[in-house]
């Protein structure tokens, strides 16, 4: 009879080691399914005279600009900055770029990688006109 409790109590303890490894696997894969994606944007800015003064970050469908992400550090001609871990909540995000005229750049970078905007030498700023 002891050898049968002994069987029984290892067939639970496997049971239980089984049930709790995966679990473990369950709640990681519900962690990693519920987190947002994010990228980081490399903006160079190979224009001869357009300083980037802020960047703005947009869902593509709409206006609805964040806050500056730049700060004090515009980006001179010939010179670049990457923003790190910006979140997405969409396959894409818009990213705006305000010139020292007051005026605008956009373009469509996708999320989930590494991305990259290069502001050509020919860039036509969106100055409202």
């Known amino acids: 009879m002891r050898n049968n409790s002994k069987h029984k109590l290892r067939g639970f303890l496997w049971s239980v080691m089984i049930l709790v490894a995966l679990s473990s696997v369950g709640a990681a894969v519900a962690k990693r399914a519920g987190r947002t994606p994010s990228t980081s944007i490399t903006i160079t800015n190979n224009s001869s005279s357009l300083e ?18 730049l700060g004090e550090t515009p980006i001179a001609p010939g010179k670049s ?7 997405c909540d969409q396959a894409e995000i818009k990213v705006i770029g305000e010139d020292q005229n007051g005026c605008f750049l956009y373009q469509i970078v996708a999320c989930g990688g ?15 006109n």
Not at 53 to 67: C, I, N, Q
Not at 81 to 87: A, E, G, I, R
């Open 114 to 128: 590494d991305a990259t905007w290069t502001i050509a030498n020919n860039a036509t700023p969106d100055c409202g």
């Open 81 to 87: 900055t990457t923003l790190k871990d910006v979140s």
């Open 52 to 69: 980037i003064r802020h960047v703005y970050l947009s869902h593509t469908d709409k206006d609805d600009w964040g806050g500056d992400q």
